[in-house]
């Protein structure tokens, strides 16, 4: 079954410290697709990253980064040097390329504080 | 840049009264989706539309219609709506598979008196 597991709940930082936010994902596809989103507290859902089954390769973008392990179906990502406009729930989100309905499976999130 | 517009940010709505929530996509994507966000259960699946008038049930879909008449507008319909059906409604689009993007609409905060 596919499941997307954000273990932590909630994180507290303060600004300039790195955070990593965790995810683990369950999937029996052997193609498939991660993605991150950022809902910042107006609610609505931004997209920050994709990456699929067969690229291993890690991704900077600036202050983000994304590290990719199939070993350990995980698919973590950090903020350098976190900024107070970096508070917002984060999802990790799965969709299999088997999908009848191309659905994204979402993780529960993460609250993400960060304070000045 | 992909634009997709929810009517209203938020509503408020008796207990057995007909909602409509509308999403409008601005892209030309196949797939249109509706998802309901609850504290603690992430976002999920209501319906999906890969096509004008094509319908999937998703993961929730009791309570709920759709309607999708013309490519870039998909209706979430609460035919008589109730006090659980209290949520955060997003609409999201994507171009046609699995592997594209699904961009997200503001979101509709729904309250059932």
């Known amino acids: 079954a596919q499941k997307v597991t954000q273990a932590q709940t909630e994180i507290s930082v303060v600004e300039k410290e790195d955070v990593t936010l965790d995810c683990v994902y369950e999937t029996r596809d052997t193609t498939y697709y991660l993605f991150w989103y950022k809902q910042p507290p107006s609610g609505e859902l931004v997209f920050l990253i994709r990456r699929n089954s067969f690229d291993e390769q890690n991704e900077i973008s600036g202050r983000y980064s994304w590290n990719f392990q199939k070993s350990t179906s995980s698919f973590n990502f950090t903020i350098t040097a976190s900024q107070v406009v970096d508070s917002a729930v984060y999802f990790c989100?799965?969709?299999?390329?088997?999908?009848?309905?191309?659905?994204?499976?979402f993780g529960t999130g993460t609250l993400l504080a960060v304070q000045p | 840049d992909v634009k997709v517009t929810q009517s209203s940010r938020y509503l408020v709505k008796r207990t057995g009264e007909k909602v409509f929530l509308e999403c409008v996509q601005d892209?030309?994507?196949?797939?249109m989706f509706w998802y309901r966000q609850d504290p603690g259960l992430g976002l999920r699946l209501i319906y999906f539309?890969?096509?004008?008038?094509?319908?999937e049930k998703g993961d929730i879909p009791e309570g709920y219609s759709v309607s999708r008449e013309k490519k870039e507008r998909f209706s979430l319909i609460l035919e008589s709506a109730s006090t659980n059906q209290t949520s955060m409604y997003l609409c999201?689009?994507?171009?046609?598979?699995?592997?594209?993007?699904?961009?997200f609409g503001p979101g509709t905060r729904l309250t059932v008196l």
């Open positions: 999201a689009s994507s171009l046609e598979g699995p592997r594209d993007t699904q961009y």
């Open positions: 892209m030309d994507h196949e797939n």
């Open positions: 539309s890969y096509d004008v008038k094509m319908k």
């Open positions: 989100a799965l969709t299999e390329d088997g999908g009848a309905t191309n659905k994204l499976i």
